[in-house]
């Protein structure tokens, strides 16, 4: 019976609707999943750490329909690129939010579709772009996505590679321009007159916050050299192994709880921030699956243990 109303409450809060059919079949999903959400915050809780996990928007999928949110595959080569050379920060203490600064557009939500590179992308893109003293822009991740040939639109790709695309374009598509269309997972052809009526977001260069990490072995994490980066050129893109994030509603995770293997990439965000004075010293990361995940659209990774695998391919704009 609690289970049952817990459902019901899910679906009120989440829009979701069923055939008589498929009720049954989502209702038993959810009950399995609220068992590994139990299970869960009690290994965490007697751990001793402070994550916690609950009923988010996917809590009646499976783990193979919940891969259908994420959008970065291990396999593909990245590019070799220039290392951040600029000066660091003494990570150890203090915190900083692009938020403070003003640097940060609305939290997206790139929906059932994968591609969650191109929203990355876009926000550091975003970021740079204001970080340079343009105005604040909403950019177009569908104009990446569905013109971006390198990269496979809603079956995943690399920020990286979303960047060569943009500097070839010449720029972006405000987001009211070229809005959003694949989130029921259908890439789309490129609309050229919508991809030619750029309003920004040039980019010239981009490099790796750190020495990037493929294949088997992880990197270690440059705690100093990811913080400088954010302070003086603004969001980093990256790529790491979100499989344990579907029922993630707050509190730091940690590499307990998810791989920092090149191998086990399988979305990308954006890294915004960190707090170097909290109990467990953290980074903060935007996501791209709305407000309503996590902490309002954002997860703490525990910083120091490159958790996650933020630190293997930390992509930032260099040059606007």
């Known amino acids: 019976m609690l289970a049952m109303t817990s459902?019901?409450?899910?679906?009120?809060?989440?829009?979701?609707?069923?055939?008589?059919?498929?009720?049954?079949?989502?209702?038993?999903?959810?009950?399995?999943?609220?068992?590994?959400?139990?299970?869960?915050?009690?290994?965490?809780?007697?751990?001793?750490e402070d994550q916690v996990h609950g009923i988010t928007r996917f809590a009646d999928l499976t783990e193979d329909e919940f891969q259908f949110f994420l959008?970065?595959?291990?396999?593909?080569?990245?590019?070799?690129?220039?290392?951040?050379?600029?000066?660091?920060?003494?990570?150890?203490?203090?915190?900083?939010?692009?938020?403070?600064?003003?640097?940060?557009?609305?939290?997206?939500?790139q929906e059932q579709c994968g591609s969650c590179w191109a929203f990355s992308a876009t926000e550091t893109i975003e970021t740079a772009w204001i970080k340079a003293g343009n105005k604040m822009t909403e950019f177009s991740p569908q104009q990446i996505v569905s013109c971006d040939s390198k990269d496979a639109g809603c079956n995943g790709g690399l920020p990286t590679q979303a960047f060569d695309y943009v500097k070839g374009a010449g720029g972006m598509a405000s987001s009211s321009a070229y809005p959003y269309t694949s989130g029921t997972g259908t890439t789309g052809t490129c609309d050229s007159a919508k991809e030619s009526a750029t309003v920004g977001g040039t980019v010239s260069?981009?490099?790796?916050?750190?020495?990037?990490?493929?294949?088997?072995?992880?990197?270690?994490?440059?705690?100093?050299?990811?913080?400088?980066?954010?302070?003086?050129?603004?969001?980093?893109?990256?790529?790491?192994?979100?499989?344990?994030?579907?029922?993630?509603?707050?509190?730091?995770?940690?590499?307990?709880?998810?791989?920092?293997?090149?191998?086990?990439?399988?979305?990308?965000?954006?890294?915004?921030?960190?707090?170097?004075?909290?109990?467990?010293?953290?980074?903060?990361?935007?996501?791209?699956?709305?407000?309503?995940?996590?902490?309002?659209?954002?997860?703490?990774?525990?910083?120091?243990?490159n958790t996650c695998g933020i630190a293997n391919l930390a992509a930032y704009i260099d040059s606007i």
């Open 205 to 305: 260069s981009w490099a790796y916050a750190q020495d990037a990490c493929q294949g088997f072995s992880a990197c270690k994490e440059d705690t100093d050299a990811i913080a400088g980066v954010l302070k003086a050129h603004g969001g980093i893109s990256i790529a790491i192994d979100a499989s344990e994030w579907s029922s993630y509603t707050g509190g730091v995770m940690t590499s307990t709880s998810c791989s920092s293997s090149p191998r086990k990439m399988d979305h990308a965000v954006q890294l915004v921030g960190y707090n170097a004075d909290a109990d467990v010293p953290y980074w903060i990361v935007r996501n791209s699956w709305n407000t309503s995940w996590g902490n309002d659209g954002f997860i703490y990774l525990k910083m120091g243990d």
């Open 71 to 109: 959008g970065v595959d291990a396999n593909i080569k990245a590019p070799k690129m220039e290392i951040f050379s600029g000066e660091t920060v003494n990570a150890t203490s203090g915190s900083y939010n692009l938020a403070d600064d003003n640097l940060l557009t609305a939290v997206k939500d």
């Open 7 to 48: 459902f019901e409450s899910f679906k009120t809060v989440h829009g979701k609707t069923y055939s008589e059919d498929e009720h049954d079949k989502r209702f038993g999903i959810f009950q399995a999943n609220l068992e590994k959400i139990a299970a869960k915050n009690a290994a965490l809780a007697e751990a001793g």
